[in-house]
């Protein structure tokens, strides 16, 4: 009799055992799309649209940026404007002419370092920097003193037509 009870708890512990767990992969599967649609909802929100502002803080890059507001406003193909004109001698055969609009402002009371801004096409791969284009404004300034604004145009070319982002300082705004 000992043994059919010993054997009977052992089935039943078995069966618990066996049960929990089916629960703890229930739950964890939950637990795992959801996370997988967080992720995918924080991806999505990582970019910025034609239009939007980013002012830089203290968590990106030592705080360097801090303060300077910026705004893409307007990223469109142009394929009105003739590359080749800027006398780099650059081969542009086969790219595609971006004009960007982008006004920074500077929301701090210290002068801040601008850098260049960058282009990165449908495929990933990263577009050039246009210099010159006649009937183009690209006169960008190096710094912008406290409270300075500026609007600015630039150009650039890529290979692949399509979906692209412009990049500044680990901030990208997506063009579609």
Same mark, same amino acid.
Not at 10 to 33: G, M, P
Not at 48 to 65: I, R, T
Not at 145 to 151: D, E, I, L, M, S
């Given at each position: 009799?000992k043994k059919v /009870?010993?054997?009977?708890?052992?089935?039943?512990?078995?069966?618990?055992?066996?049960?929990? %767990?089916?629960?703890?992969?229930?739950?964890?599967?939950?637990?795992?799309?959801?996370?997988?649609?967080?992720?995918?909802?924080?991806?999505?929100?990582?970019?910025?649209?034609?239009?939007?502002?980013?002012?830089?803080?203290?968590?990106? %890059?030592?705080?360097? +940026?801090?303060?300077?507001?910026?705004?893409?406003?307007?990223?469109?193909?142009?394929?009105? /404007?003739?590359?080749?004109?800027?006398?780099?001698?650059?081969?542009?055969?086969? +790219?595609?002419?971006?004009?960007?609009?982008?006004?920074?402002?500077?929301?701090?009371?210290?002068?801040?370092?601008?850098?260049?801004?960058? /282009?990165?096409?449908?495929?990933?791969a990263t577009g050039?920097?246009? +210099?010159?284009?006649?009937?183009?404004?690209?006169?960008?300034?190096?710094?912008?003193?406290?409270?300075?604004?500026?609007?600015?145009?630039?150009?650039?070319?890529?290979?692949?037509?399509?979906?692209?982002?412009?990049? +500044?300082c680990g901030k990208?705004?997506?063009?579609?």
């Amino acid at each position: 009799m000992k043994k059919v /009870i010993l054997g009977f708890m052992s089935v039943l512990a078995l069966t618990l055992v066996a049960c929990s %767990n089916e629960e703890k992969t229930s739950s964890s599967s939950s637990d795992i799309e959801t996370e997988q649609t967080s992720t995918e909802a924080k991806k999505e929100n990582q970019f910025l649209k034609v239009g939007e502002s980013h002012v830089y803080d203290d968590s990106y %890059n030592g705080g360097e +940026y801090s303060g300077l507001k910026m705004t893409v406003d307007k990223a469109e193909i142009d394929k009105s /404007i003739q590359l080749g004109q800027d006398g780099s001698g650059r081969n542009y055969d086969g +790219y595609i002419p971006v004009r960007v609009e982008v006004t920074y402002e500077n929301t701090s009371d210290k002068t801040i370092d601008l850098i260049s801004t960058d /282009i990165i096409d449908s495929t990933g791969a990263t577009g050039l920097q246009v +210099y010159y284009v006649e009937g183009v404004t690209t006169n960008i300034p190096d710094v912008l003193t406290a409270g300075q604004k500026v609007k600015i145009t630039e150009v650039f070319a890529i290979k692949n037509e399509g979906q692209f982002d412009i990049t +500044y300082c680990g901030k990208t705004w997506r063009v579609n």
